[in-house]
């Protein structure tokens, strides 16, 4: 089974500045796919950025981008000119042969001034 | 607002009792996704429609049932409810069953059992 691992439970960063979220997941699989949902206050889940595992390349979203390590099985998310907006709880998320998702246990950020 | 309607949006019942969750995909998706979020189990996958048939099922209790009907919104039936079931219930819509297409959530129906 795969597993989705979030081993930071909380993360402070000061507006304006960059901060990364970290994730490791665990599978057998060689084709998968990984995203980052974001989930304000309101408790709606925003999908925030998408990688495909057989590209090379990391996505980046404005101000979002992934640092994809397929090897070490690590999918970070850098946070780049932090806004009081980004305060949120952080999910990564893994689907594979199966198209359900499954999550890690998030990343509550805190945007301070 | 990702286009995907949940209703209703809170509800509070007592133990033993029976709901029902609504949820209306985006308009062209054809898959629906339930999952269920709580303090102790997080973020679950519960079960999984394409265009009216039961695609896959995760961590559902037995009293657990869904459906997806021909105008593809789907319902989450919940029976002889427990205070453990006590939860936000998610829906998500996709355009199709194959892995990697985006999920997009609706605003969750928070369910408390009293």
């Known amino acids: 089974a795969q597993t989705v691992t979030q081993s930071q439970p909380e993360m402070s960063v000061q507006e304006a500045e960059t901060v990364t979220l970290s994730c490791t997941y665990d599978?057998?699989?060689?084709?998968?796919?990984l995203f980052w949902y974001k989930q304000p206050p309101s408790r709606q889940m925003i999908l925030v950025i998408r990688?495909?595992?057989?590209?090379?390349q990391n996505a980046t979203e404005n101000r979002f981008s992934v640092n994809f390590q397929k090897a070490a099985k690590s999918f970070s998310l850098k946070i780049s000119d932090s806004q009081l907006g980004d305060a949120a709880m952080y999910f990564c998320a893994y689907t594979g042969t199966a198209s359900k998702l499954t999550f890690g246990t998030g990343t509550r950020l805190q945007v301070t001034l | 607002d990702s286009g995907v309607t949940q209703t209703p949006k809170h509800l509070i019942t007592a133990t033993g009792q029976r709901v029902t969750l609504r949820c209306s995909p985006r308009?062209?998706?054809?898959?629906v996704y339930w999952y269920q979020q709580s303090l102790d189990q997080g973020l679950q996958f519960l079960i999984q429609y394409y265009n009216g048939e039961e695609r896959a099922k995760g961590n559902i209790l037995e009293r657990f049932s869904a459906q997806q009907f021909p105008d593809l919104h789907s319902e989450l039936n919940l029976s002889s409810l427990e205070l453990g079931d006590s939860a936000l219930y998610f829906c998500?819509?996709?355009?199709?069953?194959?892995?990697?297409?985006?999920?997009?959530f609706g605003p969750g129906t928070r369910l408390t059992v009293t």
């Open positions: 998500a819509s996709s355009v199709d069953t194959t892995r990697g297409y985006e999920q997009y």
């Open positions: 599978t057998s699989e060689s084709d998968y796919y």
């Open positions: 990688q495909e595992a057989y590209k090379q």
């Open positions: 308009s062209g998706d054809l898959s």
